[in-house]
């Protein structure tokens, strides 16, 4: 077996009297697509934050190609080539498209003006447009505010936006969660064809005919811990929602 | 402009010293028929009030009277004004370079300070503590006040213990704060001096707070309606006040001289009184009434 | 998970004082000053009458800052309460002056009785409530950022008692407003601070207790959101405000009964004294979080602060300094303590 | 026919350049689950809007039981007994799941405090938890603010929300975009159950499965405009999807 | 729908200009009261002494609202400008006393050359910027709110200028900045009005046309969002609060050679009138909106005024209410303009 790509042991996390993440454990090979499932409130969106340096765990290791690695901003798991969608989409409501897609990574000029930090704003408006059309995402207007676009609008930016600047692994929590069904197809479809460029994805879904459309393997977290680690082919729906739930089959039954 | 416009800039808006100022120009300017505009800053300082002399210099008055709220950086914008043609002087402060003035009302804060501490020396039997009460420091009439209060002190009353000064931004909040607390570090207080009117209302304030009034002998500035109350009251025993009407009438009878090309004196001293408890009468006459208004 | 729910269904009493006293960890650095200046200085800083002074020192910034939490609450700002202060005050005691006839035994002063007191107190509430909802219906219809229109207010409710007063001080206070009201103990408690106290109790429980409160909360949590669930936003806006008004106006009331003057100049600091009071209190300026508690320390700190420096003899200079710096200091500890409390 | 509980005709709204509504139709009959449909920006948030109040259109008419209405608030749409989830939850962060749940319907004490408007906490909280637990939302605390809660506890909380206060008619702008499996089995579970109650509801839903499953109409929006109004029993997801996306199913096969 | 992208799909100038003039219709506002002022009293108003007056007053407070705008981008307020160009004024005054030698030609100043002079400035930058970063610091590291941290430091670098100077003004500057810089002129125009417009304009360059200036919007309108798109979120902050220090550092320099003394009592207003200004020129106070050119609508609207009521000779109580009346007024008049715009 080779190394994983992305690997987190031991994961504790808590929020006050809350405990988020309760030792939960986590690995993604390379050129797979990793589904992590759970009940609402299992830590999915906190063991998230975790991965991509957002937050940072109370306790436990994280490993990228082996190497132990401590991720104190974002910016170092970017630089590991891991870049993510967050379920509340992190977008800068003010700011334009383009400009959310390139924020953090804003194209400069060439030469001295380049030096001096002059944006290249024809150049990003260009790429964005590209970014945004090969993923059919449909914006009326490209100059207005995030804010004033609708809710499935603002998730293929923030998808866009993950998809682009990703080189290793692609972190998306509940991707397609506002997506309308052609646009959904199309993330689908995105991670399959990033997979197959030998990106790793990480898929973080409640839709589980989806998960196993899409998904090689299956992570399920319940309660802040891993409790089950599931090849997608061997897998039925009911098998994932008794590993989510089990022990609450009998309440949902009732 | 009309052959007889007058301008005069006060040291600031709302204070009742240049309310009475104004009103004492007012009336003397009708009599003598000048065209009067008062205009103010709403702060005394400087970089408030230099807009202001800007504008009148751009409506070009025949004379303009200026309270100004610093010797040094008025000099430039009233340098201008003069350069225009306007007949420039001074009220109640001035500038350290009086070369371009046609003649200077002054009012020498600091003896005013002076006799303060005459005033609270004799009250208090020329031993004790005292404390003053005064405005953060960069206000020239009040920083004038405090220093002739304290070089007195020093030069004739060596028994009179200076605690110092403390300072309130126009807070008679924060006046009667600083009464109440040096009280408790202080059961011994003597005396307060206040440089202006709104630290004195505080000031007495604290002081009946505490029900120290009488016991702790106060001299305050100015003839404020609330400080004549106070002295005729007994809360407070002593007044440093000055003329703001008759400052504000004499800057226009010299208006009128200029216009006329008439010779002035160089300098007119503007008077101060002091104003004892036994002294009702000239409390009333001193006070400061804005009756224009 | 659902016995999670079981296991504690209805907030206890206690909770519910936990959550009262958000500024608990500044209540503490309130306490650690006093003990510093008690061990430091304890015959001057621990002496009934000093004790007696801070609270009297208080009251009138109690009032005002009372109102101001609220408006920060609603995620708003209210700078004219200064200016609305000195308004109402200007109006009322000119008011008390007219219809005042002979003069009180003291000079400076009136034979008002309680009948004319009354009226002048009824239009400082009417005239600071006025203000109020002057800015409140600015802010709530015309939707111009609280800063601006009470900014704008500051000057105009400023202008306005310069112009009504001529720029001085009115001459005259009934005297007894200022014998009764402004010195007067009432069960040998002094009547400013019973006026403060009952007026800071009455806000704080209908901020917390009360539909009214929860809607305040609501609107500045998430003013789209209480207006999507049927809350009157703007009416509450409106009425917010118009409680600072008030605020002010009792305020105005409290400060011509106790300086025995209107004091026009001087209350250009109440708004940033209050609001500084009111965030050392816990309460967010994004609204949404806060406490009346929390406040009442806050207008302790600084107050307790210069009495402690005057009385231990620091240079006034230094005093400046030191008060910033434990402005900061203070609120530093209580986001350290929350993070800490929140990490658990 | 009988009336129609909510009738909506021509309705039109327009923010800067962009054409959100073009004179659309919708229709809810008494007692009945309506899907409504759409493409991302296809307009269906700003329709829920103007049908809660929340929104005014620039034109159309809106009738409620066949009386024409124009609700100039929330309140009026309350007052007509219509509640809604809507797409951004519309929570106060800084509440309790129990104060969000009151928001606006504040429960007061007995007697005289009561007139007052002194709160009745206790019974609110009661009542909250009882509410919580018919949905199966579980939170870990009641005590904390709702901005802590993950993304699905508090679409749970604000359709707890609308279930509880709804009289006639709860509209739900896709209210399962964040919910576990279980979760989304209970909120469907709770459309029928209302609907069987009497109370009709409006469910937006890009999840086509589902709308089939739970609705008994299908109301499809286009770029602004009414589509189709489809029957779901003779409906088949490929339907939907053409209708939804019609004109572009070609660059979708591509 | 996707040829609407094709159709714009590169932002166009005009687009870019009128995102710019995010102001506008303030500056309408402002061409109306010229107008207005103009046609009232041509000769004094128009006049070109008068209008090279106007910019001279606007030039100081151009420079400290421009440093505010990007804090107030940013989210942030920083009520401490005025406090910290009064210290650094007194720092750099009194360095280049302490380095000078002998006295000037003009009673109060010295015959400091360029060398002095030079150093006094770098040390007023230095200093400024020390004090922004401090409260950047505090601000971005400890999460304590910026109204806070700069209601503190306002009051620290005010009582630390008090202590340095002993509370008097230092009132003897080097002749060659007083004559050269404070009423000197570069090709014709005031220097103090060159240094102004040249900061302006690199500052507008900066927030409008970089990487860093997207930052600054960036993290304004969504700080947690900037946080994990890898902004150092935190750098950015001390860095634009030190640039508002920076500003205040230049003004302190400008504000030495201009008045040819520090003005120590000077100043407290300058934080509010910076704010109002900012504000006034169409930047949010929520953070992430905001444009340098709105910012110089803004600082000049109240100095147009300032400037017409004195010379129209209505009377000052009338001027503070017309100000604030204004105030209202033109932020109103804006809000509904962007509201037709926005239903257009
Ligand atoms: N910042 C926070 N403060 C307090 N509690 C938190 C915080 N973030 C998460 N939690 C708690 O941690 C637990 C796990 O939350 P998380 O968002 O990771 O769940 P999730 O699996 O992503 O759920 P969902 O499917 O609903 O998105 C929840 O109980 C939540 O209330
Ligand atoms: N406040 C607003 N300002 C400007 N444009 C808006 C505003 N609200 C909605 N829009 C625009 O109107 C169109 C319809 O938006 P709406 O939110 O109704 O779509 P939707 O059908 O709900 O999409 P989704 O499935 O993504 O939620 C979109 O193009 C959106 O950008
Ligand atoms: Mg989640
Ligand atoms: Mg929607």
Redesign the pocket.
């Known amino acids: 077996m080779s190394t994983p790509l992305l690997e987190a042991t031991g994961i504790r996390r808590t929020f006050g009297h809350v405990q988020a993440l309760k030792g939960a454990d986590f690995r993604v090979m390379p050129g797979e697509i990793v589904a992590l499932i759970g009940d609402n409130g299992a830590g999915k969106s906190t063991l998230v934050k975790i991965l991509s340096g957002a937050d940072k765990p109370d306790e436990g290791t994280l490993r990228v190609e082996g190497r132990e690695v401590s991720f104190t901003s974002p910016l170092d798991a970017q630089e590991c080539g891991i870049a993510t969608v967050y379920q509340d989409l992190a977008l800068a409501p003010d700011l334009t498209p383009a400009d959310n897609l390139f924020l953090g990574r804003e194209l400069t000029r060439s030469g001295f003006l380049g030096k001096l930090g002059f944006l290249d704003r024809r150049t990003m408006q260009r790429q964005a447009v590209e970014q945004f059309s090969k993923l059919g995402v449909q914006l009326?207007s490209q100059r207005?505010a995030i804010a004033?676009?609708?809710?499935?609008?603002q998730q293929s930016v923030a998808i866009a936006r993950a998809a682009m600047w990703a080189s290793k692994l692609v972190i998306l929590d509940e991707p397609t969660a506002?997506l309308?069904v052609v646009q959904t197809q199309r993330v689908l479809d995105l991670c399959r064809r990033v997979r197959d460029a030998g990106t790793s994805v990480v898929l973080i879904s409640h839709n589980m005919p989806q998960v196993l459309e899409v998904a090689d393997r299956v992570h399920v977290l319940r309660l802040g811990q891993t409790v089950a680690d599931l090849r997608a082919a061997d897998a039925t729906v009911a098998d994932l929602v008794r590993e989510m739930t089990s022990g609450q089959a009998k309440e949902l039954a009732a | 402009q009309e052959a007889n416009s007058v301008a005069l800039v006060l040291g600031s808006s709302g204070s009742p010293f240049y309310q009475a100022m104004q009103c004492g120009a007012q009336a003397r300017a009708k009599e003598l028929g000048l065209t009067l505009t008062v205009s103010a800053a709403d702060q005394f300082a400087a970089d408030a009030q230099i807009p202001v002399v800007n504008a009148v210099t751009a409506s070009a008055p025949k004379v303009a009277a200026i309270v100004p709220t610093d010797m040094q950086a008025l000099i430039p914008p009233m340098r201008e004004l003069a350069g225009r043609g306007t007949q420039v002087i001074t009220v109640d402060q001035t500038i350290s370079d009086p070369s371009i003035l046609k003649t200077q009302v002054l009012t020498d804060n600091k003896a005013g300070g002076g006799m303060a501490a005459d005033a609270l020396a004799a009250l208090i039997g020329k031993k004790g503590k005292v404390l003053v009460i005064t405005q953060p420091p960069g206000s020239l009439a009040q920083d004038a006040r405090e220093a002739g209060f304290a070089e007195t002190l020093k030069a004739k009353y060596p028994d009179i213990e200076y605690l110092g000064p403390q300072y309130q931004s126009n807070d008679p909040q924060r006046a009667a704060e600083i009464i109440t607390s040096t009280l408790s570090a202080h059961p011994d207080l003597a005396g307060v001096f206040s440089t202006n009117d709104q630290g004195a209302i505080g000031a007495i304030t604290g002081l009946r707070q505490a029900g120290a009034v009488g016991k702790v002998k106060m001299v305050a500035y100015d003839a404020a309606s609330a400080e004549v109350a106070a002295l005729k009251n007994g809360e407070l025993q002593g007044l440093i006040a000055q003329s703001p009407s008759q400052q504000g009438a004499v800057a226009m009878d010299i208006a009128a001289k200029l216009i006329a090309g008439e010779a002035v004196e160089p300098v007119t001293m503007a008077e101060i009184v002091a104003i004892g408890a036994d002294q009702p009468e000239l409390a009333d006459k001193y006070e400061y009434v804005a009756g224009c208004m | 998970m659902s016995n999670d729910l079981a296991i504690a269904p209805v907030e206890s009493t206690e909770d519910r004082l936990l959550r009262l006293v958000a500024g608990g960890w500044i209540f503490l650095l309130l306490l650690a000053l006093v003990a510093i200046f008690l061990v430091l200085k304890p015959a001057q800083f621990g002496s009934g009458y000093n004790v007696q002074q801070l609270f009297i020192n208080a009251a009138i910034l109690l009032v005002l800052a009372v109102g101001q939490t609220y408006v920060v609450i609603t995620s708003g700002i209210d700078l004219s309460v200064g200016s609305v202060l000195v308004f109402a005050s200007v109006v009322s005691a000119k008011l008390m002056l007219f219809l005042s006839g002979a003069g009180g035994t003291t000079y400076g002063t009136t034979a008002a009785g309680w009948d004319i007191i009354a009226i002048g107190t009824v239009a400082a509430l009417l005239v600071g409530a006025a203000w109020g909802a002057f800015n409140g219906i600015l802010i709530a219809v015309t939707k111009i950022p609280p800063l601006i229109v009470t900014l704008g207010t500051m000057g105009m409710a400023l202008g306005g008692a310069q112009i009504l007063s001529g720029g001085v001080d009115v001459r005259a206070m009934p005297e007894l407003l200022v014998t009764q009201v402004g010195s007067g103990r009432i069960l040998g408690i002094p009547a400013l601070v019973v006026i403060a106290t009952v007026t800071v109790i009455i806000a704080g429980i209908v901020l917390h207790m009360t539909r009214f409160g929860m809607h305040v909360f609501a609107v500045g949590s998430n003013a789209e959101a209480s207006r999507r669930s049927g809350i009157p936003t703007m009416a509450r806006l409106i009425q917010v405000y118009a409680i600072s008004g008030l605020m002010a106006g009792i305020a105005a009331v409290m400060s011509n009964a106790r300086f025995s003057t209107t004091t026009i100049n001087g209350h250009a600091m109440d708004n940033l004294a209050t609001i500084s009071a009111v965030v050392l209190g816990g309460t967010s300026l994004f609204g949404g979080v806060g406490s009346v508690f929390g406040t009442v320390v806050g207008v302790f700190i600084p107050i307790i602060l210069l009495n402690g420096f005057v009385i231990l003899g620091i240079p006034p200079f230094w005093q400046t300094v030191a008060m910033g710096a434990v402005l900061i200091l203070a609120v530093w500890i209580d986001q350290l303590k929350r993070r800490l409390r929140k990490r658990g």
């Open positions: 009326k207005v004033s676009l609708s809710g499935g609008q506002a309308g």
